[in-house]
């Protein structure tokens, strides 16, 4: 089911606030079809003893000689419970996203806090879904349609 998983977040019903493929990418990313190229680098932690574990995509400048970090997004969970996003882009602000995908707090790069009145979510959640899209973009179709099943597990969760 992880593996196509973003294929089925696709075909949900779901909230027009969260975007299931985003989610399914950063919460399955050791299980998933990643493009074959070298535009991103990938970085995954478990910690057994904690029952914590984070999956890390860092999208790489190729336009840059020495291939900079350009953005990355941190997917962290805590008991196979999605708990939060950080993403970083390329003027290094963070942006912390709650488990309801939501954004929580913001810092800029020195450190401080930025309003989140200034913030335009949607423009950040657009930019995520950007960098993740050709992640998204080579998902495969399953032989076996278990959209259903996929539906029953994850439905409450993305309404």
Do not use: C
């Amino acid at each position: 089911m992880e593996y196509y998983s973003v294929y089925y977040a696709k075909h949900i019903d779901h909230s027009p606030n969260i975007d299931p493929e985003v989610i399914m990418v950063m919460k399955n990313l050791k299980a998933i079809e990643k493009p074959k190229d070298d535009s991103f680098v990938y970085k995954y932690k478990d910690s057994y003893l904690y029952d914590y574990r984070y999956f890390k995509v860092k999208k790489l400048n190729k336009k840059s000689r020495y291939k900079e970090l350009e953005s990355y997004i941190e997917f962290n969970t805590e008991n196979d419970k999605f708990e939060y996003i950080d993403f970083v882009n390329h003027a290094r602000t963070q942006f912390r996203f709650n488990n309801a995908y939501k954004i929580e707090h913001v810092k800029k790069n020195d450190g401080s806090d930025v309003s989140l009145r200034k913030v335009n979510e949607k423009r950040v959640k657009q930019e995520i879904r950007d960098i993740l899209q050709p992640i998204i973009d080579v998902q495969p179709k399953p032989q076996v349609n278990l959209q259903w099943l996929f539906n029953w597990m994850y439905g409450d969760y993305f309404k």
